[in-house]
Nanobody, 119 residues
Framework: QVQLVESGGGLVQAGGSLRLSCAAS????????MGWFRQAPGKEREFVAA???????NHADSVNGRFSISRNNAKNTVYLQMNSLKPEDTAVYYC?????????????WGQGTQVSVSS
């Protein structure tokens, strides 16, 4: 059974940092691309960042230079380091896994973790 379990969300002041984690199980993690998406209230889910099985990375323009995706294949875990957070980063953040790499990925999804940034 495939599971993606996010953690690390919370409430932080603008300018602060958070690190999200996504623990994966039930599939061959090292062979999959992993990604992070987010959905703010009243808005569609949007791509945040992705990392291929080989370690290639892609970040959305809105977070480039502030967020960084990484993975640890030994721990079956993908991370999203979020620095210089802004109120507009407030959203539910979802972890995704797919054999495809990029903004269209989404074979498997986690349940999401809330990130709230106060001004």
């Amino acid at each position: 059974q495939v599971q993606l379990v996010e953690s690390g969300g919370g409430l932080v002041q603008a300018g602060g940092s958070l690190r999200l984690s996504c623990a994966a199980s039930g599939f061959s993690f090292s062979s999959y691309a992993m990604g992070w998406f987010r959905q703010a209230p009243g808005k569609e889910r949007e791509f945040v960042a992705a990392i291929s099985w080989a370690g290639n990375r892609n970040h959305a323009d809105s977070v480039n230079g502030r967020f960084s995706i990484s993975r640890n294949n030994a721990k079956n875990t993908v991370y999203l380091q979020m620095n210089s957070l802004k109120p507009e980063d407030t959203a539910v953040y979802y972890c995704a896994a797919d054999t495809r790499y990029g903004a269209s990925m989404g074979k498997y999804w986690g349940q999401g973790t809330q990130v709230s940034v106060s001004s």
